[in-house]
């Protein structure tokens, strides 16, 4: 990733400002319409990633050199933020397709980016990124997939667990065990793919929230794979790993923002109609409190985020720290303020026609994946800045 000095995002703020506009309206015209009919179904939300890809928004982190939009990592978050506000399973798609495909960019071969980063680019399918297993999900390097050396090919076996949008992506990123004697240092990355004979999918999970993202098992049954589809050296593929999650827990608190900014606007808009005792509840200091209080908290959220997307735009040696405490505090504030839209909204805010008890739901994920929130609190620690 590019280098810069100061705050500098390569793009200006009012190039920005265009982007935010066009997604936004994008997202209310061609996502807003499905989105509670995504949830009540528990469906993908096709009409997201139709109208994402038709207009290069579901993957805009690919380099030009390999037919991508080459957009900074501001311009990713913006994306996955103006979709949240509107649904968050269809925020999945640009949030994983980064999430997938990251690894690639930052310690695949050339010849690895060409193939797979272009074949994203160019909307020939779909990247998510297989870490977890049943027995290691904090834990990752407590793995269990194994991928043995054949020639000039690797045989993988394993199951991988909460893997999003697993059986509609086409493209897998996958940590698997080359030397149990190393522990984290045996671990190594390798691209496999749908159609790979040996890769099979699971029932999809029965979710609280973002039931349109399907987040299923992965199996792997003898998946013989060719040597070339490793990422990077051998024994490296945890590093990548971890190197991979400080840029997209950024992502993840961008889709946090958009979540609780949704839920915002929809209890202003309502507490500005809703009347009682002859006026409108808006006009009550106790519930003027509650919409400022919830308005603060976003800002910092967003300020946050978007300084944790500054330094992963130039790699700074202090992004550990900053993803992981703009996940974090962006997640929390993205709880508090959906919980506080549904309680505004009163009886109403608890039921399915209104959007809030939705966003309620769906806000809580932020703070479980991706690494909870309280290993984010561990990443911190262990990383204070200077």
């Not at 992506?169 to 004697?181: E, G, L, R």
């Not at 999918?201 to 040597?227: C, H, M, W």
Request: glycine residues 8%; contains cysteine.
């Amino acid at each position: 990733m590019a280098g810069s000095s100061d705050f500098d995002l390569f793009r200006t703020s009012e190039e920005h400002d265009m982007l935010r506009d066009a997604v936004r309206s994008l997202a209310e015209a061609k996502i807003a319409p499905f989105a509670a009919e995504v949830d009540e179904q528990g469906r993908f939300p096709q009409e997201a990633r139709d109208a994402l890809e038709a207009n290069d928004l579901h993957a805009v982190h690919v380099p030009e050199a390999y037919d991508g939009s080459g957009a900074d990592a501001l311009s990713t978050v913006i994306v996955i933020e103006e979709v949240a506000r509107v649904c968050a399973s269809s925020s999945l798609i640009p949030a994983v397709n980064k999430l997938g495909s990251l690894p690639v960019q930052l310690s695949g071969s050339e010849e690895l980016k060409t193939r797979y980063l272009g074949a994203l680019a160019r909307k020939e399918g779909m990247f998510s990124y297989a870490l977890s297993e049943p027995e290691a999900g904090s834990d990752a390097a407590g793995m269990k997939t194994r991928a043995v050396r054949d020639g000039d090919t690797y045989v993988l076996n394993g199951v991988k667990r909460w893997i999003t949008n697993a059986g509609v992506s086409d493209f897998y990123t996958v940590m698997a065990v080359t030397d149990p004697d190393k522990r984290s240092k045996g671990i190594s990355a390798f691209v496999v793919e749908k159609g790979d004979e040996g890769v099979s999918f699971g029932a999809p999970e029965k979710k609280l929230g973002i039931k349109g993202s399907p987040t299923r098992e992965v199996y792997l049954d003898n998946v013989r794979i060719p040597a070339d589809r490793m990422i990077g050296a051998e024994g490296t593929g945890f590093a990548t790993a971890m190197k991979t999650l400080d840029h997209t827990r950024v992502t993840i608190a961008a889709q946090a923002i958009g979540i609780a900014q949704g839920a915002l606007d929809y209890a202003k808009g309502y507490v500005a109609e809703r009347k009682q005792f002859g006026k409108a509840i808006a006009e009550f200091q106790g519930i003027q409190f509650m919409l400022a209080d919830m308005a603060m908290k976003l800002e910092a959220a967003r300020q946050l985020t978007y300084a944790a997307a500054a330094k992963s735009e130039r790699t700074d040696a202090d992004l550990t720290f900053f993803g992981a405490a703009a996940k974090c505090y962006a997640s929390d504030v993205a709880m508090s303020i959906t919980t506080d839209a549904v309680q505004l909204l009163g009886g109403y805010g608890y039921t399915r026609d209104y959007p809030v008890e939705r966003m309620m739901r769906d806000a809580k994920i932020t703070q479980i994946y991706e690494g909870t929130n309280q290993v984010q609190r561990i990443v911190m620690a262990r990383n204070l800045p200077a």
